[in-house]
């Protein structure tokens, strides 16, 4: 389609200019043409200049995935507003913080509520028959305010701009094949408040004319029932997703409705955290699809690598950069240059951290863009990997997570892959405490299956025959359920807030806390 502008607002005036009568959304009972939603948006533009808002204010939309969540964002984007998408599950004060440190002037939610930290709240978009703002495109300035989970302390609102994002769209579709083409049916179950489900989600539904088939909240069994209704032909998905339909598939005792959901699929894809080589394998056998995985951020907007950049399929593989984006592996995740005047190596061997440089890289944190890209255009991302054989790239673990043990590395993620094969363990976390004898020691989190017990020197049995002696947990604690993100990684951060006191070695049940 022809580029008349960068923002998701003027993707949107685009579609409906050359695919007036195409559909753009389904959401539930709601169906939208391209002309339809983008009508809607103009009335959600005029009702924020009808509020007194001006370009280049702050409105905070937390809202469910679906029609309105789209007029919010979409509205405020053509009124000139920064939009500052809000998890749902955000508790007051964690609201208040994004409200406050944005400067936000409206709220939108989806029920009627008092103002909070002053800010006032509307329920639902604002709408008004008026003609919406003439408000000329700054591809440059801010569009978004994305408030990231971070790994320690308060989300940072990372500044995306209208030009990030398209280009990070533009990246994306130069991929052949592309994510995302005119034709497809786009499953979006992944939460538009955050960046992959809004930027590599919608965003290239929206720059393709391609049409959306939204979900406000995520049922296993009830999603792949829609995906067979509505013909879906593209998943841009989580490891959570593809592990809870394989889960519904198994306890109906059949992969019948799991190969129905995916029949039309011709691409489907995983970001956000790793993906199980199990659940990779299985997707493949069973509903006969091959996932493709990638990497990204919300600060390059946030699509970084995929296999399918490579072409190359490999499970526990998140491929290669995509078109327009540059990686680097560099040894300064392991150790600080000598001189801060000498550019950093380039690792050999081992792991090194990922370095990314693309236009679709953000452009620094509110309010004053610090810590952003340095001087020559490169983010470090605190992410560990190696490359394969073939230059593929493999993630290792965060840098916040390395675990020096007597000098010696240890990576979380390696001891988990190990303690997970255990047949009690449903799911692990792994994080360093502080020894006085090594420095670092391993300490295990696991919550185990229901009925089962285990206790440390089983679990030190499991993982030393795998693993070397200095990666071996020496302390475990067993919980009901470990905390996670929103795009269901494991939380370290939160493990190591928690303060766990030490593990005993004797057998633990479900739920145990020691």
């Known amino acids: 389609m022809a580029d008349v502008g960068s923002s998701l607002s003027a993707l949107v005036r685009t579609a409906a200019r050359e695919r007036a009568q195409a559909p753009a959304v389904v959401a539930g009972r709601e169906r939208l043409t391209w002309a ?28 469910p995935n679906g029609g309105n969540w789209l007029r919010a964002a979409l509205g405020a984007l053509r009124a000139g507003l920064v939009v500052v998408p809000v998890n749902t599950a955000y508790t007051d004060p964690e609201l208040e913080h994004v409200l406050t440190d944005s400067g936000a002037a409206l709220l939108v939610a989806a029920d009627d509520r008092e103002p909070l930290a002053g800010v006032p709240v509307l329920a639902g978009p604002p709408a008004d028959d008026a003609d919406p ?41 130069a991929m052949r094949p592309p994510p995302v083409r005119p034709d497809d049916r786009v499953l979006l179950v992944l939460p538009l408040f955050h960046v992959y489900g809004l930027n590599a989600g919608f965003g290239l ?45 198994d306890a109906a005792g059949s992969d019948a409705e799991l190969r129905r959901a995916f029949a039309a699929v011709r691409i489907a894809s995983s970001g956000a955290a790793p993906l199980p080589e199990q659940v990779w394998t299985a997707m493949r056998e069973r509903a006969a699809v091959t996932v493709w995985e990638g990497y990204g951020l919300t600060e390059a907007c946030p699509v970084v690598t995929s296999t399918l950049a490579t072409g190359r399929a490999k499970p526990n593989c998140i491929g290669g950069p995509i078109p327009g984006v540059a990686v680097q592996l560099r040894d300064t995740a392991l150790r600080e240059p000598v001189d801060d005047d000498v550019p950093s190596e380039l690792a050999e061997d081992g792991p090194g951290e990922l370095w990314v440089r693309g236009a679709n890289l953000f452009s620094g944190y509110w309010p004053d863009g610090a810590d952003g890209p340095d001087a020559d255009g490169w983010l470090g991302t605190g992410d560990l990997a190696h490359a394969d054989e073939d230059g593929d790239l493999h993630l290792v673990d965060r840098r916040s997570d390395l675990i020096l043990v007597s000098g010696f590395n240890v990576y979380p993620a390696e001891v988990e892959r190990v303690l997970d094969t255990h047949p009690a363990v449903a799911e692990s976390a792994v994080i360093g405490v502080p020894d006085p004898r090594t420095g670092a020691a391993v300490r295990a989190v696991v919550a185990l299956r229901p009925g089962r017990r285990v206790g440390l020197e089983e679990l030190r049995a499991h993982a030393a025959a795998s693993l070397a002696r200095y990666k071996v947990p020496t302390s475990v604690q067993v919980l009901a359920s470990l905390p996670h993100s929103l795009t269901g990684k494991v939380s370290r951060a939160r493990l190591r807030e928690l303060g766990l006191p030490a593990g005993a070695g004797e057998p633990a049940g479900d739920g145990d806390d020691r």
């Open 133 to 173: 703002p003439e408000v000329p495109e700054d591809a440059l300035a801010p569009a978004l305010l994305a408030y990231t989970s971070g790994t320690t302390g308060r989300p940072r609102g990372a500044v995306l701009t209208a030009a990030a994002m398209r280009a990070n769209q533009e990246q994306c579709l």
């Open 205 to 249: 539904v929206a720059a393709t004319g391609a049409c959306a088939v939204v979900v406000d909240g995520f049922d296993p069994v009830a999603s792949l029932a829609l995906m067979a209704r509505e013909e879906v032909t593209a998943v841009p998905g989580a490891p959570p997703m593809y592990q809870a339909w394989l889960a519904a598939a």
């Open 36 to 63: 339809e939603l983008d009508a809607q948006v103009d009335r959600a533009a005029a009702g924020y200049a009808a509020r007194g808002l001006t370009p280049g204010e702050r409105v905070a939309v937390q809202l």
